[in-house]
């Protein structure tokens, strides 16, 4: 820790706790016994990992504020300007010991498939491991995606959840479904197999899955995935035309930037300016963002283009006319 500004500068991995007199925003109480460890630095914030005795201490109340607010309460954004300097109350086993007794709690009542909590499980182990922490931040930043595009891939393409995953179910998603379906950047595709590797090896050295052979084949052709995700004639219709919005420099992130560029090529489309294959891809453009996050039995309300609404039906059941444009996600 030093000065600056007058101002508190942490460092990553100091344990803090909360000052004298700040109170929790959801619930007005105090927190001034709240501790945690620095995991991220912010301009103006840090992100805090709270220790087991804070999360050991959640009582019904903040639970239920946690539980309507579908989110899990183990890592805060936390203003500098509340925090100071504390001692270690606990170890790293303690603490992931609690987040998961905790989010077991919050989870109860979501009915969420056993392979999907321990599939979150793992992820959030790994990224708690030296393993993880030692990866460039390129490849931290990236974990997230590629690894839930491998779980969901292997689960939607071929059948398999993860005690399941073998190198013959991996093949054709890391070697044709990967590089023909994801759009990303360069350095997501450079960085995939690196990953994914770094991920199975965890598995493996914490015995919740054997992934000796699957590990070995992920660290022959990580470099193929990259030079197939490259080779734009295998891309699909979706990804050609999200590509050519990111080399037109569209952030995808940017929802009113997309929807300039798709009025600017359906305008070509309707001139005749643009190829068959780019007239295609406009009129079946559907933006998968906003399935982030729905699991295949998981019960939602879909509309049709011709009026007809269908409603408690399961994601896996609908799913291809949802991509495909021909209903849209009403309620999930």
Known sequence: MFWKRN?????????????TGVKHQLVEREISDWHGRVIEIHEKSVKLELDSITLNSFDEELIEVYEEREEYPHILLVPIKD???????D???EVEVAQDKLIEKLDAKCNIP???????????????SDSYKDMEKTYRDNTDFILETFFDYMYNYKGKIPKKWSVNSAKEVLLYYVPTKITADKELFKSYGEVLLKYLIFLGERKYLKTQSLAKYVSKIKNEIYEKSQDSSKWGMAKSFMMKAINAGVNLNDEKSMEDFLKKEQLKSLLGL?????????????DKKQFHGIWQHQKITVKYSDGKLVENIKFKDVKNDL????????KQ
């Open 7 to 19: 101002e508190i500068v942490f460092e990553i991995g100091q344990v803090v706790k909360f000052k």
């Open 83 to 89: 925090l100071e300097l504390s001692e270690a109350r």
């Open 91 to 93: 170890d790293s086993i």
């Open 114 to 128: 056993k392979y999907q909590v321990e599939y979150d499980k793992w992820v959030r182990h790994f990224q708690r």
């Open 274 to 286: 643009g190829t068959k294959e780019e007239e295609k891809s406009i009129k079946q453009y559907v």
């Open 323 to 330: 991509f495909d444009g021909k209903c849209k996600l009403i």
